[in-house]
Nanobody, 124 residues
Framework: QVQLVESGGGSVQAGGSLRLSCAAS????????MGWFRQAPGKEREGVAV????????RYSDSVKGRFTISQDNAKRTLYLQMNNLKPEDTAMYYC?????????????????WGQGTQVTVSS
C-alpha cells in the first residue's frame, strides 16, 4: 500500500508561485503513474497533471498548461508540482495520487491511492 503525504500549500496573491511536494512510501513497484488533482468547494475533483515515472510522460489540463510543471525525484520518492502565475481560480485542495502499473497516464484515470491533500488559496 502506497502512502502519500502532500505539503507546500498556502496562501498567495495572484501571480505568485508555490511548489507542492508529495512524499511517497510503501512502494511495491519500480514505476508508477502519479498525479496531482484538485477540488474546489462545490466543484468536482479535476485532474491537474499526471506523470509516468518510468518514462517521464506527462499530461496537463488545459487550465494549467504553461503555468504548472509536474516533476519527480525518484531517489527521494517525491512528486512535485511547481505552480507559477497562480490565479484565484486555482484555489482548491490539491491531492496527490499514485498507482503501480497497470495504470493510465491520464487525467481521468481512477487512482486507488490518495494523499490527504494540501490547501492552496490564491487571492486577487
Amino acid at each position: 500500500q502506497v502512502q502519500l503525504v502532500e505539503s507546500g500549500g498556502g496562501s498567495v496573491q495572484a501571480g505568485g508561485s508555490l511548489r507542492l511536494s508529495c512524499a511517497a512510501s510503501g512502494y511495491t513497484s519500480s514505476s508508477y503513474c502519479m498525479g496531482w488533482f484538485r477540488q474546489a468547494p462545490g466543484k468536482e475533483r479535476e485532474g491537474v497533471a499526471v506523470i509516468y515515472t518510468r518514462t517521464g510522460t506527462t499530461r496537463y489540463s488545459d487550465s494549467v498548461k504553461g503555468r504548472f510543471t509536474i516533476s519527480q525525484d525518484n531517489a527521494k520518492r517525491t512528486l512535485y508540482l511547481q505552480m507559477n502565475n497562480l490565479k484565484p481560480e486555482d484555489t482548491a485542495m490539491y491531492y496527490c495520487a499514485a498507482d503501480p502499473p497497470p495504470c493510465g497516464v491520464s487525467l481521468t484515470y481512477e487512482y486507488k491511492n490518495w494523499g490527504q491533500g494540501t490547501q492552496v488559496t490564491v487571492s486577487s
